[in-house]
């Protein structure tokens, strides 16, 4: 089946601009992350949905950041007044119940200018 | 805070060679341990992981990794390793809240 899927791949934006990244998670999952992974890192956690609600969100780095998931399925990560600092691989990813197995999408390399 | 380190950032073998990855973990309470793989081009993806149980845990393609509580460790191996084994390399670990802290990878090459 389809997996986890999320656009753009590629994102360039000037520092300043507002950007939103989508991701749409494996269908009938649940619970669903968004990770920031940098160069030379592992992935770092923004935030948690289970469900329609955010049920952690203390990985978003500043209230720049911002993530919506209206009807429990596909969400929103909207970065507004994005920073160069900001740039880095986006990744989503979903689970059947908040305990399962993470199943990780592409990402959305993000580069703010 | 928690946090996982994973000591061998760079890894290069040929191939048949054994592999064994560190990975140590800083957490109170409950551990949940996972190895997550990243080939070339492609998504992260679970390799194996460790919820309770028999703490020698065998994964796909080969892997397994052992659950070492007094050493705080989750240590990945494998006997015989192949060209297409070379990926990137995260372990994980996470507490109740089921939620992962990552390391910063290891990259291993494999040469054939």
């Known amino acids: 089946g389809a997996g986890v899927s999320q656009t753009p791949s590629n994102k360039v934006t000037e520092k300043g601009k507002y950007v939103e990244l989508r991701c749409d998670p494996i269908?009938?999952?649940?619970?669903l992350y968004w990770y920031r992974q940098s160069l030379g890192q592992g992935p770092e956690f923004l935030i948690y949905?289970?469900?329609?609600?955010?049920?952690?969100d203390s990985g978003l780095p500043n209230d720049r950041f911002f993530a919506v998931r209206p009807e429990g399925s596909v969400s929103t990560l909207k970065i507004q007044r994005t920073e160069r600092g900001d740039s880095a691989v986006y990744l989503c990813?979903?689970?059947?119940?908040?305990?399962?197995?993470?199943?990780f999408g592409p990402g959305t390399r993000l580069t703010v200018t | 805070a928690q946090s996982v380190s994973q000591h061998n950032h760079h890894v290069i073998l040929s191939e048949a060679a054994s592999l064994e990855l560190g990975c140590n973990y800083s957490y109170g309470g409950t551990v949940n341990l996972f190895w997550y793989v990243q080939y070339p081009g492609q998504h992260l993806q679970l390799l194996l992981k460790y919820f309770s149980g028999d703490p020698l845990v065998k994964g796909i393609k080969g892997f397994e990794a052992e659950f070492i509580k007094s050493k705080f460790s989750f240590n990945l191996r494998k006997p015989s390793v192949q060209w297409s084994d070379t990926a990137e390399y995260f372990c994980?670990?996470?507490?109740?809240?089921?939620?992962?802290?990552f390391g910063r990878g290891t990259s291993l090459i494999v040469h054939p």
């Open positions: 990813a979903s689970s059947f119940t908040g305990s399962g197995e993470q199943y």
């Open positions: 269908s009938g999952h649940t619970a």
């Open positions: 949905f289970q469900g329609t609600g955010a049920a952690d």
């Open positions: 994980a670990a996470s507490g109740g809240s089921y939620i992962p802290t």
